[in-house]
């Protein structure tokens, strides 16, 4: 198994620019979170969703979308790229009633 | 939004020492877990205790929880090298709410 894998594992882009990042598991997990790191913030929570076809919001939503849909995919866009979202980018995923989260290996985002 | 807070937000140690970290957290929860960040690397869970546990093992670590305090801390004995990495704790206040994660403890253990 490969886990969590999250695409791409780097990515400089310009003010305004748009980007998706992509995250996937093969564990059959049923909830899959997003969340951004930055320094001395710890992980804060942007967009989570608990299965296909839903999502919802999470401590920082603001400028982001997300879609799931399919169950091992969640996706995280940025439709206008501000310097604010320079960050590194984390995705988890659970299983239905255990509270272990696995992580992804994380996407640099710059944005310039 | 409730969120642990760990202290102390960095520490350095001898290799062989042991290191404690402690989480402070602000309502009541089901469960608090551990997980811990090699640099430029994703979190691994290391640990969780429930609300009605007090202690934990698991190898080396040592976890309390004191839900009268509402703090947790965790020890690493005999610390390595290798457990130089930063380290969060995560509280779940219900089964359908997402974790809250703290700011993290930076441990730097020397050689």
């Known amino acids: 198994n490969a886990g969590v894998t999250q695409t791409p594992k780097f990515r400089v882009l310009k003010t305004g620019q748009s980007m998706t990042l992509l995250c996937a598991q093969d564990m059959n997990h049923e909830y899959m979170y997003w969340y951004r790191q930055d320094p001395g913030m710890g992980l804060r929570l942007i967009h989570y969703s608990v299965g296909e076809g839903t999502t919802a919001k999470g401590e920082v939503p603001d400028g982001y979308n997300v879609s799931r849909l399919k169950k091992q995919n969640f996706l995280l866009g940025l439709e206008s790229a501000a310097p604010s979202q320079t960050s590194v980018y984390f995705c988890?995923?659970?299983?239905?009633?255990?509270?272990?989260?696995?992580f992804g290996p994380g996407t640099r985002l710059l944005v310039l | 939004s409730q969120q642990g807070e760990e202290d102390p937000q960095a520490l350095s140690i001898q290799e062989g020492e042991n290191a404690t970290m402690n989480c402070s957290y602000k309502?009541?929860?089901?469960?608090l877990q551990w997980y811990r960040q090699n640099s430029g690397r994703g979190l691994v869970h290391l640990i969780l205790i429930r609300s009605n546990e007090r202690e934990k093992h698991s190898g080396r670590l040592r976890v309390t929880l004191d839900t009268s305090k509402k703090s947790s801390s965790l020890l690493i004995t005999a610390s390595r090298a290798a457990d130089t990495a930063s380290y969060f704790c995560?509280?779940?206040?219900?089964?359908?709410?997402?974790?809250?994660f703290g700011k993290g403890t930076r441990l730097s253990v020397i050689a």
């Open positions: 309502t009541s929860i089901n469960n």
């Open positions: 988890a995923s659970t299983k239905l009633a255990e509270e272990t989260q696995y």
């Open positions: 995560a509280t779940d206040n219900s089964g359908n709410t997402p974790l809250v």
